[in-house]
């Protein structure tokens, strides 16, 4: 199967889980590429939110709070460093500050912005996948790149004690 | 001085004193200054009878949410003492935390907040009789993150219940100063004024580690 078809039967395995949401903007409304992914999501699971990329990334730690596993989508790299006080500040540090008694849950799904056929310039499509490698002591990151490392990345995450970023490349979408 | 908006229902009667509180603080006090906790610590004096008042609505049940100042928040939530004297002992003053009581603190401005509005869609989701308590500081109330989260909950109706506790200060940054003018608290907003009685870390003396 083909990069974005093994997103999108990651996204259908994920959707039919009880306890999964999938939270940002363009999810429950078409706008971005990774919104094409969601296709096979029902419709009470996708969470349409304002722009408010720093206050996702927590409300998503407060819904894993309560059991949820939600997949905070960030459709470019540069969009999700608005939200990185709250990945880097609480999701990843709450499990050692709670003496593990609070271990949120949380699929971050970031793209790096495409470049073909159109390049979106400086401010889109900038790749942070080292930086943020580096930034995160908790958290994991997941590098897709190629369509055989998808489901598996995603199944790994919604299983594993903890939260993920999972770094996804929009030029991808149409290569692979 | 003490707003409490007429939705508010009491959920209890508060137990733990004014003076336990005031004592559990005086040993923090006591042995940060002997040199035993190698932490920053923040503590609280004179708003004991405010948060008592306030506890009295919060249930047992209800998730609450704090932030660097959260010794009084824990104890009035049901924290055990020896297990928050020995988190703070162990240099966690400043995020005491607990899946038991249902309570997160941090002490990045104004980090509670989304986390808190996400617990709160939470519980509405569930259809819990439960809330969310958000307890911030005033120079928080003024930031950004605060007026996103507060318009996205009042909109969606989530069972979250901020509390704004003004002593009018930031670390030393006096709050009207430095904003130039303070926004008016919402009427759903829980508020009191007080002055705390120590400083914003520490003790106010000098310690020798």
Redesign the interface.
Known sequence: MKYKDELIRSMKWLGEKDNTLFLGQATAFSGHAISGTLTEIPKDKLIEL?V?E???????????????V?ISIYPRFNFMMLAI??LV??IDK?KE???G??VPKVIVRVAVGATKPIDGGSQHTQDFTESIKHMLTDTELIELHEPEDVFDAFVYSYNRNGSTVIVEWGDYYSEK | MIKIPNHLEKQKEVTVTKEELISFETEVKERYESGEILAPVHLSKDNEDELIEIFQYVHPDDWVFSAWRNHYHALLHGFDRQQLMDDIVAGRSMATSSNVNKFYSSAIVGGIIPIALGTAMALKKKNSDNKVWCFIGDMTFETGVFHESYKYAKNFELPIQFVVEDNNLSVHTPTDAAWGVRQEVPEDVVYYRYENGYPHHGTGAWVNF
């Open positions: 304002p408010i720093e206050v996702q990334m927590g409300l998503c730690t407060g819904l894993s709070l309560e059991g949820y939600p006080n709250q500040n609480h709450m500050m709670s003496r008694m609070l």
